[in-house]
């Protein structure tokens, strides 16, 4: 059987250091991969900007992976913290930025499910979307920023924040509570 701990300890620290270094992974040799490709392909028809929205939701994975396995404050935040952290260091193309994006993207993905422990342990839907919109905020506010995304054409930041948004629902969200529910069933877990 195995035991959803909501419990800060060995083990809890050890599952969210793997999940953040498995996705930071997969973020730097996957997701980078296909967002530039894709990227690439769009630059000819001046919407390649939408594109930094587009997938953006992947980027989001390791924050509610974090919570599902341990269902307690602050988990996310490590998880997608600790993601960020490996992405940079095996060479990610956006460098010390990560990490920043990765702690904000993290907290605000755990907006879902706090301040309630019972909303970590449910893990349910009406959360995991909650957590996704925010962490699509988190994404999207300091980019708009830092990449002057406030230069383009207001329908360009339109579609961007528009493509952002169904990015994060589908992919932390919906993507994200599928795969958590394969694990409900394939290992029956219960909360520690």
């Known amino acids: 059987m195995f035991k959803r701990s909501s419990k800060?300890?060995?083990?809890?620290?050890?599952?969210?250091?793997?999940?953040?270094?498995?996705?930071?992974?997969?973020?730097?040799y996957g997701f980078n991969n296909l967002y530039n490709l894709t990227k690439l392909v769009l630059l000819p028809t001046g919407y390649a900007p939408v594109m930094d929205?587009?997938?953006?939701?992947?980027?989001?994975?390791?924050?509610?992976?974090?919570m599902y396995f341990v269902p307690t404050v602050g988990s996310g935040a490590l998880?997608?913290?600790?993601?960020?952290?490996?992405?940079m260091?095996?060479?990610?193309?956006?460098?010390?930025?990560?990490?920043?994006?990765?702690?904000?993207?993290?907290?605000?993905?755990e907006i879902g499910f706090f301040p309630k422990k019972e909303r970590y342990e449910r893990f349910s839907w009406s959360?995991?979307?909650?957590?996704?919109?925010?962490?699509?905020?988190?994404?999207?506010i300091p980019s708009y920023f830092l990449f002057g995304w406030n230069h383009y054409a207001v329908n360009v930041q339109i579609a961007m924040f528009i493509m952002g948004l169904a990015s994060a629902l589908l992919f932390d969200g919906v993507l994200v509570k599928l795969i958590t529910n394969l694990f409900d069933k394939a290992l029956k877990p219960v909360v520690a």
């Open 53 to 66: 929205m587009a997938l953006s939701g992947l980027w989001y994975m390791a924050a509610p992976l974090a």
């Open 79 to 87: 998880g997608e913290l600790l993601a960020a952290v490996v992405e």
């Open 127 to 140: 959360s995991v979307l909650t957590g996704a919109f925010f962490a699509n905020l988190g994404g999207f």
């Open 8 to 28: 800060w300890d060995v083990k809890a620290i050890i599952l969210v250091a793997l999940i953040g270094i498995i996705m930071g992974v997969i973020y730097t």
């Open 89 to 109: 260091a095996i060479g990610g193309q956006w460098g010390a930025l990560t990490i920043l994006e990765g702690l904000i993207q993290g907290v605000t993905n």
